[in-house]
């Protein structure tokens, strides 16, 4: 079995609770409020920025030139297409591109960020590729479920596009390329560096949830 497959195995509860989650079923149905999902667009353009340095420092403990080109083009991915669609919808809400970095960052994802940057400056390259695995992958297992649920009805629904995005080709190729990375730098791991990546994974994940419960706080 491969090691993401053990691992989704284990967090597959935590990962089906995400397509129940308010914020995931209003967002399908199109009834979400807009204030909530400006005020997670913001956060989640806060979190890119921090996401974006973990694959920073994988660049640093990369042994090869093949696993710095792995982290360089995913630092590209996150700057550039990623935050594309985030852009696009703040741009709408009338917000300022270059001056979002004035928001307050989260009390939920500033944990969830300085959660990550930790495992990545005092782990190794495996603790990293898990740690950063469960935003990349969730986002496009959330999104294909939300397409396959809500996809006859996405005619007209203001977030279509943020569906779209998550669950693309393009984005299914970037999850598994995160998927084939992890794996590859975690093959012939022993039991006890599986247990510490499972450990991880499982954190990553319940962080995930908690970004998202953040996201569906009501707007004060």
């Not at 990962?15 to 909530?36: A, S, V």
């Not at 970037?174 to 954190?203: G, Q, R, S, T, Y």
Request: glycine share 4%; net charge negative; charged share 30%.
């Amino acid at each position: 079995m491969l090691l993401t497959d053990y691992l989704f195995n284990e967090a597959e509860e935590i990962w089906d609770e995400y397509l129940k989650h308010p914020f995931i079923t209003e967002m399908g149905k199109g009834i979400l409020d807009k204030n909530k999902f400006r005020r997670y667009l913001i956060q989640d353009y806060l979190y890119l920025k921090e996401y974006a340095k973990l694959y920073a420092m994988g660049l640093v403990k990369s042994d090869n030139i093949e696993d710095m080109k792995f982290f360089q083009e995913s630092i590209n991915g996150i700057m550039e297409d990623e935050s594309a669609t985030h852009i696009t919808y703040l741009k709408n809400f009338g917000e300022k591109i270059d001056q979002l970095e004035k928001y307050k960052i989260t009390f939920e994802n500033d944990n969830y960020t300085s959660y990550m940057k930790g495992v990545a400056l005092t782990g190794d390259l495996q603790d990293l590729a898990i740690a950063v695995l469960p935003c990349a992958w969730s986002y496009y297992y959330i999104a294909k479920n939300m397409k396959e649920k809500y996809g006859d009805k996405l005619e007209g629904n203001f977030y279509t596009s943020w569906i779209e995005s998550y669950s693309c080709d393009d984005y299914a190729q970037c999850a598994k390329e995160n998927i084939d990375f992890a794996n590859k730098v975690c093959a012939n791991i022993d039991d006890k560096k599986k247990e510490k990546l499972k450990e991880i994974f499982i954190n990553g994940s319940l962080y995930e949830m908690k970004f998202w419960d953040m996201a569906y706080k009501e707007v004060k």
